[in-house]
C-alpha cells in the first residue's frame, strides 16, 4: 500500500452530498415496500378526503319530489271491484289497475274487509316484506247508487297517504280518458335565506374539518417515515463513519433534504392532478391550486426539519417512526380537533381556542397544513354564499332601505346583548386573519429555517456545549468514585503522564503524532467513563488497548473520531486538536468502530466505492483501490452482496477495509478481527503489519492477547477508565510477569470431584503471595508470584501433593501477557447498564 502523508480528501460540498443522494438512492430502491408506502398513503388519503367532499350533498332548497312508484322495484297492489261489484266498480277497479305493472285483485268474499286482507298478507310474507312491496292499494264499491272509492296506503314511507289517493285520483280518472294523467309534486317551500346560510355554515365547516384531516393523516405518516433511515445510519454508526470520511454535516443534511423532498413532491404532484381532477371548487377556483401547492410545498419544507430535529431522540427506526408519527398526528389532527371545538361560539372558549391555535401555528408543521387546508375550504365556502349576499344587502341600504339585515351575521347564539357573529372571508386567500391562511404560510415558511438551524446546531454540538454549560456544574461523576483504591499508578503510566504534562503539545508534536493529554470522559448520565488519561504515541506505532468490557476503550476511540466529545482534557493528532479541528483530525484518519457500521441495502463494492469518492480519491484510481482491498480482505465472493446478508467475520473484514481507504496516516480499529475464523485473522494481521511497515500509524484494541502479542509495539491496559500500564508486550512481561501459573485438576471421587479447599491451604503455607485465580469444574488456576520459588521446588511440591491431596494431573507455565492482563483487569468493575432515563428517552 502506497504511504502518503495524508489522505486525498475532503471531499467538496457538492461531490459528498452526490454521495450521499446515490446511497439514498440505493437504499431507496432496494426497499421498495417503503418508497411505495410513502407514495401511496398520501395520494389514497386525498382520494379519500376528496371523495367525501364530493359525496356530501350541497346545503340549500330541499328539491322538488314527483310522487310516483318508481321508489319500490317490486310493489304489489290490491285493488277491488267491492263487495257490492257491478259493472260500474269494475270499470274503475279496471282503471285503476292498468296504472300499474303488478296488480292482486282482492277476493272480498274470501276477505270482507281490506284489513282481513292485509293480515292474511302480512301472516303469509312477513311484515317486513309486507312493508317493502304493499304500499297502496285502492277499494271501488257500490253503496245504494253511488260508487264508494277508498284508497289505502302503507304508513312507513313519508309519502304513502299523497302517494295512494294520487292514484285512486288518477284511477278514476282514468275511466273516463284513459289519456290522462296528473302528475303529483311535492316541492317544500324556500327557506329562509338566513337558516340557509347557517346550515351552511356548519356544514362548511365539517367538511373543510374533515378533508384536513384526511390528507393531514396521509401526509403526516410519509413525513414520518422519513425518519427510518436517519435514525438507522446514526444508530449503526453509518453517518459518524460517513463523517470520519470526509461528509460535513451540511453536506450531509442538505442531501438528506433534497433527495426526501424530492421523495416528497412526487406524492404531492400527483395530489395537485387529484385537485383538478375531482374539481374541489375551494382548492381549484380562481387559480388556488396554486395556493394549495404553496401550502404542500412549505408544509414539505417545514416538516422535514422537524421530522430530522425529533430523529435525535431516537436509537431504533421502528420506536423513532412510531413515536414521531403519534407527534405529528397528535399535532396535526388532535390539536386541530381540540381548537376548532373551543372555537365554537356556542362553548364559550373562543379567546382559549385562539390563543392555542396561534400557539401550534407557531409550533407545528402538522397543524399548519391542517388549518391552512380547512381554512382554504371555509374562505372559499364564506366566499361562495355571503359574497351574492353581500351585494343585494348594500344595495337594499343604498336603496334606503337600512334595517336590511346581512343574513351573513346573526346575533349570538344566546340572544343577549347586541353582538353578532358574521361569516368573515376573504377575497384574498393569503390574508393574515382567520379564515385567510397568511399565518400558517408564514410561520411554515420560519420553521423551516428554525427546525434546519437547530440540526446543525446539535450536529455541530453547540446545543451539547450549551447544555454542558448549563448542566456541567451540578453533574455527579460516578465512575470516579468506583473502585479507585488499591490501585496504584504505575511507575510508567506515570512517568508517561509527566512527560505529556511537562511540555506544550507543540514541544510533543516534535516526538509523538498522537498526544492525549488529560482526556477525560463523563456521559450525560454522570458515568466517568475515561479518567485523566495521558500519553503520546510515535509514527510508525501499532498502539493497543487493552481492557475488559466497559473498561472505557470505545468511549477513548469515540473521543478521538469526534463521535463524543471529551469532557475534559485535549488529544492532538498529526498536530490537529481534537477539540477545536476535528475534521482535519478526521481527515487524517481511518476508522472501523465496534460495530460494523454498514448501510445493509449497499452491497459491498458499492460501500467501498461510495467510503473512496467521500475520502476524495480520483475517480481514475478508485475501482483499482476497491479490488485491492475486496482481495486483501479476501471478500471477492461476497463482494457484490448487499452487506445485510453478510457473516460477521465479512462484515468485520469490509469495516476493516473502509478504514483503509485512502491510506489515512492513522488508522483506529476497535476489536477489527471480532468474529474472523483463524486463518482471516492471520490474513488480517499480516495486512496491518504491512500498512503499519508502510508508514501508518495504528490504534486498536482487542480482546485477544495473543493478537496485541503479534501486532503491537506498545501497549496499555485500562482498568476502570485509567491506563494501569504501558509498554511494550515483552516491558510488560518482564516487569509484571514474575513467578509462575499452575493449572492442577482434581480427581474424582464416586463421580463427584473432589474439593481443593486442602490443597489450596497447604500450597498457601508454602508458597508466599500465592493466589488462586480461578476454580472451575475441578480445575484449579493458581498464579505464583514469588520470585524466589524455584521450578524444581514446585515440581517436587505438586509430586508430593499430587498423592496427598488427590490430583488427577498439574502443569507449570511462566507467566503470559493475557495472566499479566487478567491480574490488572481482576478490579474491573463490571460495565453499567445505560442509564434507565436515558435508555427511555432513546427508546432502547
Ligand atoms: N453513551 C453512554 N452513556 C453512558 N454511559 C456510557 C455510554 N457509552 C458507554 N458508556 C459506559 O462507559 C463505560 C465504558 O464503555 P466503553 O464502550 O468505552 O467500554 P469498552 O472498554 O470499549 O468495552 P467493550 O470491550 O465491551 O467494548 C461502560 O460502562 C459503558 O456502559
Known amino acids: 500500500m502506497k504511504a502518503s502523508e495524508e489522505t486525498p480528501g475532503p471531499c467538496t460540498l457538492s461531490s459528498s452530498s452526490m454521495e450521499c443522494l446515490s446511497r439514498k438512492f440505493i437504499h431507496a430502491t432496494r426497499n421498495i415496500a417503503i418508497a411505495v408506502a410513502q407514495l401511496l398513503l398520501p395520494i389514497i388519503f386525498t382520494i379519500l378526503a376528496l371523495s367525501v367532499e364530493k359525496a356530501i350533498p350541497d346545503v340549500g332548497d330541499d328539491p322538488a ?66 312493508n317493502r312491496r304493499y304500499i297502496v292499494a285502492s277499494d271501488f264499491d ?28 288518477n284511477g278514476i280518472l282514468r275511466k273516463f280518458d284513459p289519456t290522462s294523467n296528473i302528475e303529483v309534486t311535492n316541492h317544500p317551500l324556500p327557506k329562509k335565506e338566513s337558516d340557509n346560510v347557517r346550515r351552511i355554515f356548519f356544514a362548511t365547516n365539517g367538511t373543510a374539518f374533515t378533508i384536513a384531516i384526511s390528507i393531514l393523516f396521509g401526509m403526516a405518516f410519509m413525513a414520518t417515515s422519513f425518519i427510518i433511515f436517519l435514525i438507522k445510519e446514526r444508530s449503526v454508526g453509518a453517518k459518524h463513519l460517513q463523517a470520519v470520511s470526509g461528509v460535513r454535516p451540511f453536506a ?62 431516537f436509537n431504533v427506526p421502528s420506536t423513532g417512526m412510531v413515536a414521531v408519527s403519534m407527534i405529528n398526528l397528535l399535532s396535526g389532527l388532535i390539536f386541530l380537533l381540540a381548537t376548532y371545538t373551543l372555537s365554537i361560539p356556542l362553548l364559550g372558549t373562543e379567546a382559549i381556542g385562539k390563543a392555542l391555535e396561534i400557539i401550534f401555528i407557531i409550533i407545528f408543521p402538522n397543524y399548519d397544513l391542517g388549518l391552512a387546508l380547512m381554512d382554504m375550504y371555509t374562505n372559499s365556502g364564506y366566499k361562495d354564499i355571503c359574497g351574492p349576499v353581500r351585494e343585494t344587502v348594500c344595495k337594499l341600504i343604498a336603496a334606503g332601505r337600512s334595517n336590511a339585515t346581512n343574513p351573513c351575521c346573526f346575533p349570538d347564539f344566546c340572544g343577549e346583548g347586541d353582538d353578532t357573529t358574521c361569516f368573515t372571508y376573504y377575497d384574498n386567500f393569503l390574508q393574515w386573519e382567520k379564515p385567510g391562511i397568511g ?111 466497559g473498561a472505557g476503550k470505545t468511549s477513548t476511540f469515540k473521543m478521538l473520531t469526534g463521535d463524543e466529545a471529551l469532557t475534559s482534557g485535549n488529544a492532538y493528532l498529526n498536530q490537529y ?106 490474513q488480517l494481521w499480516n495486512v496491518l503489519s504491512d500498512v503499519r511497515a508502510s508508514g501508518r500509524t495504528l490504534i486498536l484494541t482487542s480482546h485477544s492477547m495473543e493478537e496485541c502479542d503479534a501486532l503491537c509495539t506498545r501497549l496499555v491496559i485500562m482498568v476502570n477508565g485509567r491506563f494501569v500500564c504501558l509498554g511494550s508486550p515483552q516491558h510488560l512481561k518482564n516487569k509484571f ?103 427511555c428517552k432513546s427508546c432502547c
Open 142 to 169: 257500490k253503496q245504494g247508487s253511488q260508487v264508494m272509492a277508498t284508497a289505502h296506503f302503507n304508513g312507513q314511507p313519508y309519502h304513502g297517504i299523497a302517494i295512494s289517493l294520487q292514484f285512486m285520483m
Open 65 to 130: 319530489l314527483v310522487l310516483n312508484m318508481n321508489p319500490w322495484k317490486q310493489y304489489t297492489v290490491p285493488y277491488s271491484k267491492g263487495v257490492n261489484s257491478d259493472l260500474t266498480t269494475t270499470s274503475y277497479a279496471d282503471a285503476y289497475k292498468s296504472l300499474f305493472g303488478n296488480t292482486d285483485l282482492v277476493d272480498r268474499t274470501t276477505y270482507p274487509t281490506f284489513n282481513d286482507y292485509f293480515k292474511a298478507v302480512q301472516e303469509d310474507q312477513g311484515i317486513s316484506t309486507f
Open 737 to 839: 510477569g514474575h513467578g509462575y501459573t499452575l493449572f492442577c485438576r482434581m480427581g474424582l471421587k464416586d463421580g463427584v470431584v473432589i474439593s481443593s479447599t486442602d490443597l489450596v491451604n497447604h500450597l498457601k503455607g508454602i508458597f508466599k503471595d500465592l493466589e488462586v485465580f480461578d476454580t472451575n469444574q475441578g480445575y484449579v488456576h493458581f498464579r505464583i508470584p514469588d520470585d524466589n520459588a524455584k521450578l524444581a521446588q514446585i515440581f517436587g511440591v505438586m509430586e508430593q501433593a499430587k498423592e496427598q491431596f488427590e490430583v488427577d494431573d498439574y502443569s507449570v507455565h511462566q507467566t503470559t501477557l493475557e495472566q499479566i492482563f487478567l491480574t490488572f483487569t481482576q478490579n474491573q468493575v463490571a460495565p453499567k447498564e445505560k442509564d434507565k432515563k436515558k435508555c
Open 577 to 682: 486538536s481534537v477539540k477545536s479541528n476535528i475534521k482535519k483530525v478526521q481527515q487524517n484518519l481511518g476508522y472501523c468502530p465496534q460495530f460494523d457500521a454498514l448501510i445493509d441495502q449497499m452491497t459491498g463494492r458499492e460501500t467501498l466505492y461510495m467510503y473512496a469518492r467521500l475520502r476524495g480519491i480520483e475517480e481514475s484510481q478508485i475501482s483499482g483501490i476497491v479490488e485491492r482491498l475486496i482481495n486483501i480482505m479476501m471478500l471477492q465472493k461476497h463482494a457484490d452482496k448487499e452487506t445485510g446478508f453478510y457473516s460477521g467475520g465479512n462484515k468485520r473484514k469490509l469495516s476493516t477495509a473502509i478504514a483503509l481507504i485512502g491510506d489515512p496516516p492513522f488508522i483506529f480499529l476497535d476489536e477489527p478481527t471480532t468474529g474472523m475464523d483463524p486463518g482471516a485473522r492471520r
Open 439 to 549: 399565518r400558517e404560510i408564514l410561520f411554515m415558511a420560519i420553521q423551516g429555517v428554525v427546525f434546519f438551524a437547530i440540526v446543525l446546531l446539535a450536529e455541530y454540538g453547540i446545543l451539547s456545549r450549551i447544555k454542558n454549560a448549563l448542566t456541567g456544574g451540578m453533574r455527579a461523576s460516578v465512575g470516579s468514585q468506583v473502585n479507585l483504591q488499591g490501585q496504584e499508578e504505575d511507575s510508567d503510566v506515570a512517568a508517561e503522564a509527566r512527560r505529556i504534562n511537562a511540555s506544550s503539545a507543540q514541544e510533543l508534536q516534535k516526538t509523538d503524532s498522537l498526544i492525549l493529554k488529560n482526556v477525560d470522559k463523563i456521559y450525560d448520565t454522570g458515568f466517568h467513563a475515561v479518567k485523566n488519561i495521558s500519553c503520546g504515541i510515535p509514527k510508525n506505532e501499532c498502539f493497543g488497548l487493552l481492557g475488559q468490557n
Open 252 to 313: 450531509y443534511w442538505l442531501s438528506c433534504f433534497v433527495w426526501d423532498m424530492f421523495n416528497y413532491l412526487v406524492p404531492v404532484f400527483i395530489i395537485m392532478i387529484l385537485f383538478a381532477i375531482f374539481g374541489t371548487d375551494a382548492y381549484v377556483n380562481d387559480g388556488r391550486l396554486g395556493i394549495v401547492f404553496l401550502i404542500f410545498l412549505l408544509y414539505g419544507w417545514s416538516v422535514l426539519p422537524f421530522v430530522y430535529m425529533l430523529h435525535f431522540l
